[in-house]
């Protein structure tokens, strides 16, 4: 009689609840009061992941950081702190196209180096945690470099010329929402030689370590 009266007392709100929700439950499980509560929290937010991976998204930003010369244009002009202009299409979850464009001029004494670039390539993410994500990018870019220092004792400036170079880096990233990403990015940029009238080829090579902050849409 005991059994017979406790279920009855369980039975009728345990219908009542079946009724006025939109869950399922299964024949051989009794409900508790844990269960109900995780029940009722809304569907989407169990579901749903804490930041979304976001796909076919462009992104725009800058990178601000510490620019090194490196080579034969180490002696020609400063390292200093320099910006990029950064844009990012994610083609997939684990690869993006990836454009740098950066134009800066280092001096010292009266000789500089200007560093013109247009970089194209591929970010592939290494490994990704949460919100959180290492990646290495690399490719291709057009490159203007211009100097002017000394040829057989004179100050003479180099020819305007376009030529190609790779590029390589490696950096990290934190989506902070939908719409923002920090991160840091540490990159080498390597511009093919180019050959003069009058003096030696331009050749070099910088270095660029950043902090970047993207806009995606």
């Not at 995780?38 to 950081?65: D, W």
């Not at 511009?191 to 993207?214: A, W």
């Amino acid at each position: 009689m005991l059994f017979t009266f406790n279920l009855k007392k369980t039975l009728v709100p345990v219908m009542i609840f079946m009724a006025g929700t939109s869950f399922v439950f299964s024949a051989d499980k009794t409900p508790n009061k844990k269960e109900e509560t995780n029940k009722n929290e809304p569907r989407a937010i169990r579901a749903e992941p804490r930041i979304p991976s976001a796909v076919k998204v462009h992104s725009l930003g800058i990178g601000v950081g510490q620019t090194f010369l490196r080579g034969k244009w180490d002696d020609l002009g400063e390292d200093k702190i320099t910006w990029d202009l950064l844009y990012t299409y994610a083609a997939s979850h684990s690869f993006d196209f990836i454009a740098d464009f950066h134009s800066t001029k280092h001096a010292h004494r009266q000789q500089w180096v200007r560093t013109t670039g247009l970089g194209l390539g591929i970010k592939a993410k290494i490994y990704q945690f949460d919100a959180f994500a290492p990646f290495a990018t690399g490719g291709l870019g057009f490159y203007e470099p211009k100097t002017k220092r000394y040829v057989n004792g004179v100050l003479t400036e180099s020819e305007s010329k376009v030529s190609f170079g790779w590029h390589f880096g490696v950096g990290a990233e934190l989506r902070l929402n939908r719409h923002f990403t920090t991160g840091i990015l540490a990159k080498l940029h390597n511009p093919f030689d180019v050959k003069q009238e009058i003096g030696p080829e331009v050749e070099g090579s910088y270095s660029k370590l950043m902090i970047t902050g993207m806009y995606s849409f």
